[in-house]
């Protein structure tokens, strides 16, 4: 199949109504120009492979992630990787500006508000949607599985425990009031834009664990150690996640794990290996690259 192009128009700046912002890759050097291509949501491990084999086999490809530092996850592939925030008021230019001929959401299980975004927009311009979804891992007998974090912030999930959050930054104000409480400690990025949204939710920068991920298997049995933790809050994202590591660990030490069940989405098309997903694309591309 001829290698097609992803050289489209460049999305607006920050200043322009997209609010798109600055950091972006693109390395299409290579591909002819062509009438569209696949939008592939990233910002994973996975997304990565996807973009890998649609590379290998010439499918001109736009990815995008949450923020900057997630662009390099996709160097030296020949694609587009932008850093944007796409809104209901932004994405229909975004779809017209690139000629998005079909997406394929292989975001986080937790970025809700993109996939329910792409969803909405696929279906307004009738774009062919698949979403991507990691498998779920079985839970381990000291893993314990709550359905959001309302049910988490009860006093009998956390009074009297050492607890360990490794949910990321963005939950983090939902525990404020906890911190009189309770001992808590979270671990996010070792960015200074994730330190200072953890303090302002209220954490005190004593109880930040800034550490690059993933982490090894020694790294994580020694800071449970260090911190003499009875339990740790996850979300089950699944292998790619850390959560059979986590699992494991927790058994090890006899320390209990709470995970976040995944929120619900209904996915007009899911798949959960990425074989199926350059399926569909394989299949997209005998109707839009012959």
Request: some cysteine; proline content about 8%.
């Amino acid at each position: 199949m001829p290698r097609i192009s992803a050289l489209l128009p460049q999305l607006p700046t920050a200043s322009d109504s997209s609010q798109v912002t600055q950091a972006e890759q693109s390395t299409s050097e290579g591909f002819p120009p062509s009438c569209g291509q696949i939008w592939l949501i990233g910002g994973t491990s996975e997304s990565k492979q996807i973009a890998q084999t649609l590379s290998a086999e010439g499918y001109p490809w736009l990815a995008t992630v949450a923020t900057p530092p997630a662009v390099q996850l996709y160097t030296s592939l020949p694609g587009q990787v932008k850093a944007v925030r796409l809104t209901s008021t932004t994405i229909d230019r975004f779809l017209h500006d690139y000629q998005i001929q079909a997406i394929v959401d292989a975001s986080h299980p937790f970025a809700t508000q993109i996939s329910r975004l792409a969803i909405q927009a696929a279906a307004a311009h009738q774009i062919p949607y698949l979403r991507y979804e990691r498998p779920s891992l079985p839970l381990a007998p000291s893993t314990l599985l709550l359905l959001n974090f309302a049910a988490l912030l009860q006093p009998q999930y956390l009074e009297g425990q050492r607890t360990l959050l490794t949910l990321g930054v963005k939950p983090l104000f939902l525990f404020r009031k906890w911190h009189s409480k309770v001992e808590l400690w979270a671990r996010i990025l070792p960015t200074a834009v994730s330190r200072q949204q953890a303090i302002a939710a209220g954490f005190p920068p004593t109880r930040l664990i800034q550490q690059k991920l993933p982490v090894t298997y020694a790294q994580e049995d020694q800071l449970w150690r260090s911190l003499q933790l009875t339990q740790v809050v996850t979300k089950e994202a699944g292998q790619a996640g850390g959560f059979a590591l986590k699992q494991a660990l927790a058994q090890v030490l006899g320390i209990r794990l709470v995970a976040i069940a995944r929120p619900l989405i209904h996915y007009p098309q899911a798949v959960n290996t990425i074989a199926e997903a350059v399926s569909f694309c394989q299949n997209l591309g005998e109707r839009y690259y012959p």
